[in-house]
């Protein structure tokens, strides 16, 4: 087989790998954003583990693919690194690292909160989340643009010591306030007033709505005066049938409300001659 055939299977597997794996990254990105307000269910978790599968399979394919390519040009010979190779390494450990740290944190805390919405989680789990994402899409961004940019092939190691911490600051830095004021916004609607709670009164009132009573109407007795007024009357009834001995201590007066149909229970009324 020629060389160059070889050279440029390499190369074309290495590019192919660096697509794949951004593409399964964004997908896994597009999911979780589009349902941060609805509840984790299978769909999503199974999507995300099929995604990060994928990850975890063109992240090898990368290094494999990687390795051939740096033998074929330096032969592991340190002083024939260029700013780009070691730049792209530095790129691919820090994805390699990113995706076990999704592995470890990310997938097992979506798992765990599976019928919750993940807005619902803590704000320090909410950013995590976000930094974690933007550490992998700021990462596969840089290797794709490693793989294909003739530019930055020949560029001299100023531009790789201000563009690789400048796209990972400010992707991480995007990210993380995107996902606070999404917190913010997620604790104001929470957080909104709910409407007063109706506030109970005695009988001599009925509760029209929220905050509003229905007064009695003048010159009516309330029901609570009508039963002492009755039992009194009761009283002076008995002491007048036997004012000179003792009646039974048995006595009950019984009244019927008039409002809601229900009989007052009996009550023992003990009436000692004057």
Not at 71 to 82: A, D, P, S
Not at 113 to 141: D, Q, T, Y
Not at 161 to 189: C, D, E
Request: charged share 15%; with cysteine.
């Amino acid at each position: 087989m020629d060389s160059q055939v070889f050279i440029d299977a390499a190369r074309y597997a290495h590019i192919f790998t660096v697509a794949i794996g951004f593409g399964a990254a964004f997908l896994a990105d597009y999911h979780v954003i589009s349902r941060l307000g609805r509840p984790i269910d299978n769909n999503l978790t199974t999507t995300m583990y099929l995604c990060h599968s994928v990850i975890w399979m063109m992240v090898f394919g990368m290094w494999v693919t990687g390795l051939i390519l740096v033998q074929i040009r330096t032969g592991f010979v340190l002083e024939n690194f260029t700013p780009k190779l070691i730049s792209k390494l530095v790129i691919v450990a820090i994805l390699t690292a990113n995706a076990f740290l999704i592995s470890k944190i990310a997938m097992p805390l979506v798992e765990e909160n599976r019928g919750r919405s993940l807005m619902w989680l803590p704000l320090s789990s909410k950013l995590c989340l976000a930094g974690i994402g933007a550490v992998s899409s700021a990462s596969w961004m840089l290797a794709l643009a490693m793989g294909s940019s003739k530019v930055l092939a020949t560029s001299d190691w100023i531009v790789f010591a201000i563009l690789v911490p400048f796209i990972y600051f400010a992707g991480v830095l995007m990210a993380v306030a995107i996902m606070f004021l999404l917190h913010l916004g997620s604790q104001m609607v929470t957080q909104r007033p709910k409407p007063r709670d109706a506030v109970r009164i005695p009988a001599e009132g009925r509760i029209l709505t929220s905050g509003t009573v229905e007064q009695p109407k003048q010159g009516t007795m309330p029901d609570k005066f009508r039963v002492a007024a009755r039992l009194s009357e009761a009283r002076r009834v008995a002491s007048a049938a036997a004012p000179e001995r003792s009646i039974a201590p048995n006595i009950t007066v019984r009244h019927q409300q008039a409002v809601s149909g229900a009989t007052m229970p009996r009550v023992p009324v003990r009436v000692a001659a004057e």
